[in-house]
């Protein structure tokens, strides 16, 4: 690491609250119904950022509908707590899949190599498979913005390698600091 980011790091923010969305039809359907459904992508989440020593702000389970996800990322822009924010689901190819679709016209700053290393840690885990992940981050009203696949294994890998280690820097210059 070079003696910039050292002391970027050293000045970036310690205390970090964040937000959860799960982007899930299936899941979202079952909630509403009244069926008990599991969110381990959450979950896993919720406990990496807790971990970390920081607070989970909210979280919440929506479907793979572009209203829905462009409402909550909204609101959760809007919200004074919240300094990241997380979707997880809705990233693949297939045409019901649509959160970076929604969430990328928010992004005021786009970070390409967030989504370039993610692909790259993917290859060395799943092999061709890789090429069809879309994840993505950037900026906007000052806060971290991440979009990642809902596949548990993605997440933690993401979470460890790329996103706690890097949300306090992220957040430090996207306020102008």
Same mark, same amino acid.
Not at 12 to 30: D, E, G, N, W
Not at 65 to 89: D, R, S, W
Not at 106 to 115: A, N, Q, T, V
Not at 120 to 125: A, G, I, P, T
């Given at each position: 690491?070079?003696?910039?980011?050292?002391?970027?790091?050293?000045?970036?923010?310690?205390?970090?609250?964040?937000?959860?969305?799960?982007?899930?039809?299936?899941?979202?359907?079952?909630?509403?119904?009244?069926?008990?459904?599991?969110?381990?992508?959450?979950?896993?989440?919720?406990?990496?950022?807790?971990?970390?020593?920081?607070?989970?702000?909210?979280?919440?389970?929506?479907?793979?509908?572009?209203?829905?996800? +462009?409402?909550? %990322?909204?609101? *959760?822009?809007?919200?004074? =707590?919240?300094?990241? @924010?997380?979707?997880?689901? &809705?990233?693949?190819?297939?045409?019901?899949?649509?959160?970076?679709?929604?969430?990328?016209?928010?992004?005021?700053?786009?970070?390409?190599?967030?989504?370039?290393?993610?692909?790259?840690?993917?290859?060395?885990?799943?092999?061709?498979?890789?090429?069809?992940?879309?994840?993505?981050?950037?900026?906007?009203?000052?806060?971290?913005?991440?979009?990642?696949?809902?596949?548990?294994?993605?997440? +933690?890998?993401? %979470?460890?390698? *790329?996103?706690?280690?890097? =949300?306090?820097?992220? @957040?430090?210059?996207?306020? &102008?600091?």
């Amino acid at each position: 690491m070079s003696e910039t980011s050292k002391v970027h790091k050293k000045q970036a923010p310690k205390h970090l609250r964040f937000a959860i969305v799960t982007v899930s039809t299936s899941r979202y359907q079952q909630s509403k119904a009244g069926k008990h459904t599991t969110d381990e992508s959450g979950d896993l989440i919720a406990e990496a950022i807790r971990e970390r020593g920081y607070f989970v702000d909210s979280r919440q389970l929506i479907s793979d509908n572009k209203a829905m996800i +462009k409402k909550a %990322l909204k609101k *959760l822009l809007q919200a004074p =707590t919240v300094n990241a @924010i997380v979707f997880t689901g &809705g990233t693949g190819i297939n045409p019901a899949d649509v959160t970076i679709e929604t969430v990328e016209p928010h992004i005021e700053k786009k970070l390409p190599g967030f989504g370039e290393i993610f692909r790259r840690l993917s290859f060395d885990e799943i092999g061709s498979a890789a090429v069809m992940t879309r994840a993505m981050a950037g900026v906007a009203k000052g806060k971290a913005v991440f979009s990642l696949p809902g596949s548990p294994q993605a997440v +933690k890998m993401c %979470l460890e390698r *790329l996103i706690l280690p890097e =949300t306090a820097h992220i @957040i430090l210059h996207a306020r &102008g600091r």
